[in-house]
T-cell receptor, first 113, second 116 residues
Framework: KQEVTQIPAALSVPEGENLVLNCSFT??????LQWFRQDPGKGLTSLLL???SQREQTSGRLNASLDKSSGRSTLYIAASQPGDSATYLC????????????WGLGTSLAVNP | NAGVTQTPKFQVLKTGQSMTLQCAQD?????MYWYRQDPGMGLRLIYY???????DKGEVPNGYNVSRLNKREFSLRLESAAPSQTSVYFC???????????????FGEGSWLTVV
C-alpha cells in the first residue's frame, strides 16, 4: 500500500529559526510531489510542486527537495515568522496508471514570537 | 479572485436528513473534486469529475452522490446523513485530469458538517 508519512506531527520553534519539515513516501515510482499549507479553519493552499525529474523547487523563503532513491522530500523554511504558523501537508502522485494523490497527515507548525 | 467557492460553511443535520454542498470555480478548470478531512485520517477523496458530464468514485463514495452541473459547478449530496459523515468537506479544482499531471490544485475553504 502506498503511504506518505510526515514527521514530526507537530513542531514549535522560536521566530527566526530555520527549519525542515519531512515527508517520506513508499512509492519510488513517483510522478510528482506537492507541498500544501493549511491555516486553521481554511482550505489548502499549494506551496510548491516538484516533478519527478526535478531535485528541488524554491519560492521565497521556502525550498522543497525531492530524493526519489530514499523516498524523501523536505520543506525548508528560512527565517521563520509567526505568520508561517500553519499545518503543512505533502501529497505524492504515483507514476502508475492510477495516478492518484496520496496525502500525508501533516505537520502542525507553531512559530513563536 | 473568487477561486473555489463552497457553501454552506457550517451545517448541523439530524440523522437521516439530506443536504447538498455546493461548489463553484471560476478558473475554467476541467477537473473538480470532493474531499473529506478527518482527524488522524487525513484527506480522503469522495468523488471527482475529470470533465463536464463525467464523475467517478474516489476512496470513500458510500453515502454520497455528486452532480457536475456544468463546467463551473460540482455538488455533493448526502441523501440520508449519518453521524459517521460528520467531517470537514473540501471542494477542489485543477486544470488537468485526475492524474494532476503537474497541475496545481485549488481548494475551497471548507464546509463543516455535523450530523447529530
Amino acid at each position: 500500500k502506498q503511504e506518505v508519512t510526515q514527521i514530526p506531527a507537530a513542531l514549535s520553534v522560536p521566530e527566526g529559526e530555520n527549519l525542515v519539515l519531512n515527508c517520506s513516501f513508499t512509492d519510488s515510482a513517483i510522478y510528482n510531489l506537492q507541498w500544501f499549507r493549511q491555516d486553521p479553519g481554511k482550505g489548502l493552499t499549494s506551496l510548491l510542486l516538484i516533478q519527478s525529474s526535478q531535485r528541488e523547487q524554491t519560492s521565497g523563503r521556502l525550498n522543497a527537495s525531492l530524493d526519489k532513491s530514499s523516498g524523501r522530500s523536505t520543506l525548508y523554511i528560512a527565517a521563520s515568522q509567526p505568520g508561517d504558523s500553519a499545518t503543512y501537508l505533502c501529497a505524492q502522485i504515483g507514476a502508475g496508471n492510477n495516478r492518484k494523490l496520496i496525502w500525508g497527515l501533516g505537520t502542525s507548525l507553531a512559530v513563536n514570537p | 479572485n473568487a477561486g473555489v467557492t463552497q457553501t454552506p460553511k457550517f451545517q448541523v443535520l439530524k440523522t437521516g436528513q439530506s443536504m447538498t454542498l455546493q461548489c463553484a470555480q471560476d478558473m475554467n478548470h476541467n477537473s473538480m473534486y470532493w474531499y473529506r478531512q478527518d482527524p488522524g485520517m487525513g484527506l480522503r477523496l469522495i468523488y471527482y469529475s475529470a470533465s463536464e458530464g463525467t464523475t467517478d468514485k474516489g476512496e470513500v463514495p458510500n453515502g454520497y452522490n455528486v452532480s457536475r452541473l456544468n463546467k463551473r459547478e460540482f455538488s455533493l449530496r448526502l441523501e440520508s446523513a449519518a453521524p459517521s459523515q460528520t467531517s470537514v468537506y473540501f471542494c477542489a479544482s485543477s486544470s488537468g485530469g485526475y492524474s494532476h499531471s503537474g497541475n496545481t490544485i485549488y481548494f475551497g475553504e471548507g464546509s463543516w458538517l455535523t450530523v447529530v
